[in-house]
């Protein structure tokens, strides 16, 4: 799922308001490394217009970005960082919830064939075959559903 839904699913079902900032930013947070992928994304944008062959840049940061897209979605980090937390504070930091609630929204939202969740990595690269939240359905779902949960929030 984009970014911005995941944000605003994190503000409708974890709307702690004291903590606001932490659960829209652990709604996000995952998809934080994607931020690697812009430059590649302008780039390959001006290649269109011949300014620049960017395939070889483009590989050098997929080295980079995914390994840091299976470590932030991946159920076994998110439970030793969660428990981590638990141990230094000594009490559970809830808004880290929002990022198992970006785990189980990716799983089934991400197709094989469109960047897979291997949501068991390092211990398994096992995926779900789930809908591609880019798919133009999916996507008109999604808003539609975020819309009537805004509605439906606000009156
Ligand atoms: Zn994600």
Known sequence: MDGLAHVVFGLLFFGDRSLLLWWLFFSAAPDLPDVLLIPRFVRNLLSR??????AREGRRI??????????T?????????????????????????AWLAHLGIDIFTHSRKYHPVEFLWPFSSVSFDGWAWSRPAMLVGT?????V???????
């Open 49 to 54: 217009y011949g300014f620049r062959n960017p």
């Open 62 to 71: 997929t080295r980079v970005w995914k390994p840091l897209v299976r470590a």
């Open 73 to 97: 979605h991946s159920v076994p980090v998110f439970l030793t960082v969660f428990f981590l937390v638990w141990f230094i504070n000594g009490t559970p930091f809830l808004p880290l919830f």
């Open 143 to 147: 808003y539609v559903a975020l819309l």
């Open 149 to 155: 949960l805004l509605l439906y929030e606000l009156l």
